[in-house]
């Protein structure tokens, strides 16, 4: 078989084809033009698809139903909205809908404003997962004039629809359109993580379509929801909070509002444990908020549980509207409100004055460390204890007081024997008797006021507590709301048609207790004539007292009630060691004998007291001889 060879024709060939490749190759290489609109291209490939990845844009098939409008329908349209006529060629009745880690938001595309809002990390007690806004129970609207003398509601137009995302951030841009460079724009902002999204409300190139001499008012309502399951505890903190005049806030409590305010910088609709909030970086200058109670009869199972309104001016700058602004949809909680530092903790209702300080600064932080480490029915039952025992001291003085004026009595009755017939003389001789012995009433009731502030203060922090929503303990399925061991056929009024465990037993503990302060206190309750029997008058409470804190509470948290369960608790613990342990009578006695010995000056308040009483009782002798 003859062998193939690679002889000098083939080589020649190719090397000719070679050639022949190169030069081709160099006659079509780019020139600098062509490479500059080639690198051009590429850079705008990758930023459209960059922009691809971060931007959902509402696609024209969706939204764009201008095709099937036709001329006829867009003279309507002008006749309708006049300018805005083009908006409607681009918009359609859908909503749009986006989502952040706390947050499950939708947009009406006609009125542009928020028709849903979930929270995602809340359900209520029947595990329905919490809505703010659904089902059109709130509204949002701009009223304003127009050049061409037409009066119109945003809540009526349509709107245009943008989402953009990037990174952590989706901003929903909904358009009114005149043009696609003249506008009205509602801008929402909404983060991951914050309950908090930035909202705008601005116009461009409406100069000559806004008529600048009309009001534009901007109008909010909204119908709270039902969350828990007692409605009438819940209707008691649900109501509007505010902020105005630089920062002073305040809000309209419980009953039904209509009210005007003056320099606004933010409006709450609080619903007890959750709240939504509209604030603005430029003040409003008046604001008309309306609060009306929707629950006409507690014993209906009620959707709604208030009816809240504002309505707030818009001001134009240079012909056109500029309003930034922030939306708060979440829990009334301490922390999370005060952590935007725009003085939304206000919102929680922890007291006014010192009230509000003992919760701010002692009981807040306190409980917070307790329930990081204890379930928060252990942490009610500590931070009860660290209560008392700090005032413990206070209670001493009160039982000790009760105990002077109790071996005071049988001279303090001799006393008023001796002068039955002249009372000013016989309050002269008790006064100065008490004074001698180091005794007085008064010195019985300043440690119960010094326990006011706290007693007034613990019983605004438990319903306030977020914390607690929804925690159990013991047979408590939720200490924020009212625990249930038995479900009556019938509804008693004033205490419901279910029975709470946690008021009977405060309301035991509450009858021990005052049957040992009663006895201690009608035994030095001084009794005179024409007066009502005070024995009688503290038996009395020491029933009724119990009995209006059984049906009081009924329907109030659970929390609150296992802490004056507790509290009263101890109350009785530490009088009986008091008692028993710490006071001794007869020691108590001998040492008034001995202060009764040693001359004791008076104050200034007890000797004008003196010459008050000596006046009076010359006047009261006078008076008697001018009979004579």
């Known amino acids: 078989m003859e062998e193939k060879k690679l002889d000098i024709n083939s080589i020649i060939g190719f090397i000719l084809i070679f050639g022949i490749l190169m030069y081709m190759l160099w006659q079509n290489q780019p020139t600098q033009e062509e490479l500059e609109a080639e690198e051009k291209a590429k850079q705008e490939k990758v930023e459209a698809q960059k922009k691809a990845n971060e931007t959902k844009v509402v696609d024209a098939e969706t939204y764009n139903v201008g095709s099937g409008i036709d001329s006829l329908q867009l003279v309507q349209l002008k006749n309708k909205l006049g300018a805005f006529a083009y908006s409607a060629t681009q918009s359609s009745n859908n909503e749009t809908t986006v989502e952040s880690?706390?947050?499950?938001?939708?947009?009406?595309?006609?009125?542009?404003y928020l028709s849903e809002v979930r929270l995602k990390k809340f359900v209520d007690f029947d595990s329905v997962?919490?809505?703010?806004?659904?089902?059109?129970?709130?509204?949002?609207?701009?009223?304003?004039?127009?050049?061409?003398?037409?009066?119109?509601?945003?809540?009526?137009?349509?709107?245009?629809?943008?989402?953009?995302?990037?990174?952590?951030?989706?901003?929903?841009?909904?358009?009114?359109?005149?043009s696609e460079s003249k506008f009205l724009e509602y801008r929402y902002e909404i983060k991951d993580n914050d309950y908090m999204m930035d909202f705008t409300i601005r116009s461009q190139g409406l100069s000559d379509v806004i008529n600048s001499s009309?009001?534009?008012?901007?109008?909010?309502?909204?119908?709270?929801?039902?969350?828990?399951?007692?409605?009438?505890?819940?209707?008691?903190y649900t109501d509007i909070h505010y902020e105005y005049e630089g920062g002073k806030a305040d809000y309209t409590g419980a009953r039904d509002a209509d009210d005007e305010?003056?320099?606004?910088?933010?409006?709450?609709?609080?619903?007890?444990?959750?709240?939504?909030?509209?604030?603005?970086?430029?003040?409003?200058?008046?604001?008309?908020?309306?609060?009306?109670?929707?629950?006409e009869d507690e014993e209906i199972d009620t959707v709604y549980t208030k009816y809240f309104a504002a309505k707030m001016?818009?001001?134009l700058q240079g012909g056109e509207i500029n309003q930034p602004m922030d939306f708060y949809f979440g829990p009334s909680e301490f922390k999370t409100l005060n952590a935007y530092d725009r003085n939304l903790d206000e919102i929680v209702p922890f007291g006014w004055g010192i009230f509000g300080w003992i919760n701010r600064y002692i009981f807040m932080p306190l409980f917070g460390m307790l329930g990081?480490?204890?379930?928060?029915?252990?942490?009610?039952i500590v931070m009860t204890i660290l209560v008392k025992i700090c005032?413990?001291?206070?209670?001493?003085?009160?039982?000790l007081s009760q105990a002077k004026m109790k071996i005071l009595k049988p001279e303090l009755d001799a006393i008023r024997e001796k002068y039955k017939n002249n009372k000013m003389k016989a309050q002269q001789e008790t006064m100065a008797l008490q004074t001698k012995a180091g005794a007085s009433p008064m010195a019985g009731c300043l440690p119960a006021l010094i326990q006011l502030p706290?007693?007034?203060?613990?019983?605004?922090?438990?319903?306030?507590?977020?914390?607690?929503r929804q925690k159990s303990f013991l047979w408590a399925d939720d200490l924020s709301s009212y625990d249930v061991i038995a479900d009556l056929p019938f509804h008693i009024p004033f205490y419901g048609n279910h029975v709470s465990l946690f008021p009977i037993l405060a309301s035991v503990a509450i009858f021990f207790y005052m049957r040992l302060t009663t006895g201690q206190n009608v035994q030095t309750a001084p009794q005179q004539e024409g007066m009502p029997d005070m024995a009688k008058m503290m038996k009395y409470m020491m029933y009724f007292s119990p009995i209006m804190m059984l049906f009081f509470f009924n329907n109030y948290a659970s929390g609150l009630s296992l802490y004056y369960f507790i509290s009263n608790l101890i109350s009785i613990g530490i009088i009986l060691v008091i008692k028993n342990f710490i006071l001794d009578e007869d020691k108590i006695h001998a040492q008034i004998q001995e202060k009764k010995k040693q001359p004791r000056k008076q104050n200034r308040f007890q000797r004008k007291m003196a010459e008050m009483m000596e006046q009076a009782e010359q006047q009261q002798k006078a008076q008697q001889n001018k009979r004579k």
Not at 261 to 281: A, N, R
Not at 372 to 380: E, F, H, V
């Open 129 to 178: 997962p919490i809505y703010l806004i659904k089902d059109n129970n709130s509204g949002f609207n701009i009223n304003f004039g127009t050049t061409d003398s037409r009066v119109l509601n945003t809540k009526d137009l349509p709107f245009v629809p943008t989402v953009t995302k990037n990174e952590d951030i989706t901003v929903v841009s909904m358009k009114l359109k005149v």
């Open 101 to 112: 880690d706390l947050l499950a938001l939708k947009f009406s595309n006609k009125g542009g």
């Open 313 to 315: 001016p818009l001001e």
């Open 454 to 468: 706290v007693f007034y203060a613990l019983f605004q922090f438990f319903p306030s507590a977020f914390d607690l």
């Open 372 to 380: 990081n480490w204890l379930p928060y029915g252990i942490a009610i």
């Open 391 to 399: 005032l413990s001291f206070v209670q001493y003085k009160q039982f």
């Open 261 to 295: 305010l003056e320099d606004v910088t933010w409006i709450g609709y609080k619903q007890h444990f959750f709240t939504s909030v509209l604030l603005t970086d430029k003040a409003f200058k008046t604001a008309n908020i309306k609060a009306e109670n929707l629950v």
């Open 214 to 236: 009309q009001n534009i008012n901007l109008n909010w309502d909204l119908k709270g929801y039902r969350h828990a399951k007692s409605i009438s505890y819940e209707n008691r």
